[in-house]
């Protein structure tokens, strides 16, 4: 079972994101701030995170940044999931390695999981 760490301070999100999810497939983890996060990127070691940008302590892209600049973490992919919609934020998140961006107000969950499956099936491919 693939664990998927979600980073965001909204709280439905996550849940209504982990109803989506197929069964048995993926097991969700969340936090609601990139310092939890990076807490439960180190100890649960998940398969890949979903990172929202705008929360309170450590925003999204401070995260980014930290994952980026570390030797220690973890590597994982991580797909942003914003309601921000500006080019330049989305350029330079995927400049900082997100592998992908989801604006969630523009999404159907259907089509967030099939990103989740997108980016877990290429890591599949790689290993």
Do not use: H
């Amino acid at each position: 079972m693939k664990k998927i760490l979600v980073i965001d301070d909204d709280q439905f999100f996550s849940k209504t994101l982990e109803a989506a999810l197929p069964a048995g497939k993926y097991s969700l983890l969340s936090a609601e701030d990139g310092e939890v996060g990076l807490q439960k990127l180190i100890s649960e070691k998940p398969d890949l995170v979903i990172l929202d940008l705008m929360m309170p302590k450590l925003d999204g892209t401070a995260f980014l940044k930290k994952l980026q600049e570390s030797k220690d973490l973890p590597k994982v992919p991580v797909l942003v999931s914003s309601n921000l919609s500006s080019v330049k934020k989305i350029s330079d998140v995927m400049a900082m390695g997100a592998v992908g961006y989801v604006i969630k107000s523009d999404e159907s969950l259907q089509s967030i999981v099939q990103d989740i499956e997108r980016v877990l099936g290429e890591n599949l491919e790689k290993k």
